[in-house]
C-alpha cells in the first residue's frame, strides 16, 4: 500500500495537478479573506477566519474531484489496471494507498493556510484575540471533510474509464452528501423529522465540528461515510471479475 501511496503522489507532483489544485486554493481563498469586501477578514473588523471554514468546503468541491478523477479512470483508460491489479496486493490496500495519496495532497493544500491564521493572530486587538478553539476545530472538521470527499472521488474514478465522467458523478455526489440533506430538510413538509435528515449530510457535522467541540458522533460520522465509499470502491473493482 505504501508503495502505491508513495506511487500516486509522486504521479500528483510530477503533473501539473498538485501545483494548480494548490494555487487555485489559495488565490481562491486568499480573495474571500482578503480582497473581496463582502468577506474581507479586513473589512468585517473581527478576528475570525470563518471566510476559510466556509467557503473551503465549497472550493474543496471542485478541487478534489480534479485531483481523484484520474485515480482509477486513466489506469483504465490506459488498460494497466489489469497489470496493477496483479500484483501480490489486495483490492483494499491498492485503495487505500491511492486514497491517502490524493487525501495527502489535498492536506498540502492546507497548509500554507495556516499563515493567515497567524495574520489574523497578529491582527487581533489585543494581539491574539482570536478563538482558537474553534480554528482547530474547523481545521479538523476539513480534514475529515477533505477524507470523505476524497473518498468519494475515489470511488467516482472507479465507475468510469472517462476522467471527466468520473469528475462530474464526483462534483454531484460531493454536492448532495454535503447541502443536499440540508436542502431536503428545509422543506415544511418534513416537520420535526427534518431535523434528522439534515444530520445525514456532512455540513451538520462540519459545522458542529467547527464550533470547536468534537463529539465523538460527528467524527464517527466521517469515518463511517469514508469506510462506506471505501467499501463501494472495493465492490466496483470486485465486479471485474463477475
Given amino acids: 500500500m505504501l508503495a502505491i501511496l508513495k506511487k500516486e503522489f509522486n504521479g500528483f507532483l510530477n503533473s501539473l495537478i498538485a501545483y494548480i489544485v494548490i494555487t487555485v486554493f489559495l488565490v481562491a481563498i486568499g480573495m474571500f479573506m482578503w480582497v473581496f469586501p463582502e468577506s474581507s477578514v479586513l473589512e468585517y473588523g473581527f478576528a475570525d477566519m470563518q471566510t476559510l471554514f466556509s467557503m473551503a468546503p465549497f472550493v474543496f468541491l471542485f478541487l478534489i474531484p480534479a485531483i481523484t478523477m484520474r485515480t482509477f479512470a486513466e489506469e483504465k483508460r490506459e488498460g494497466t489496471i489489469e497489470l496493477l491489479l496483479t500484483k501480490p496486493i489486495t483490492d483494499l490496500q491498492l485503495i487505500l494507498g491511492k486514497y491517502f495519496a490524493a487525501l495527502l495532497l489535498a492536506l498540502f493544500a492546507l497548509l500554507p493556510t495556516l499563515l493567515y491564521y497567524y495574520s489574523v493572530y497578529e491582527l487581533g486587538s ?46 454531484f455526489l460531493c454536492y448532495i452528501i454535503y447541502t443536499g440533506f440540508g436542502l431536503i430538510a428545509s422543506i415544511p413538509v418534513w416537520g420535526s423529522f427534518g431535523y434528522y435528515i439534515s444530520q445525514l449530510g456532512i455540513a451538520y457535522h462540519y459545522e458542529a465540528i467547527s464550533k470547536g467541540l468534537v463529539d465523538s458522533r460527528d467524527v464517527l460520522y466521517f469515518l ?15 465486479s471485474r471479475k463477475w
Fill in 126 to 171: 489585543p494581539e491574539g484575540n482570536v478563538d482558537s478553539a474553534a480554528v482547530v476545530g474547523s481545521y479538523l472538521g476539513l480534514i475529515f471533510l477533505a477524507g470523505v470527499f476524497c473518498a468519494i472521488g475515489v470511488f467516482s474514478s472507479a465507475i468510469s474509464d472517462n476522467q471527466i465522467i468520473s469528475f462530474v458523478i464526483a462534483v
Fill in 224 to 238: 463511517s461515510v469514508i469506510a462506506i465509499m471505501i467499501l463501494a470502491t472495493k465492490l466496483v473493482l470486485r
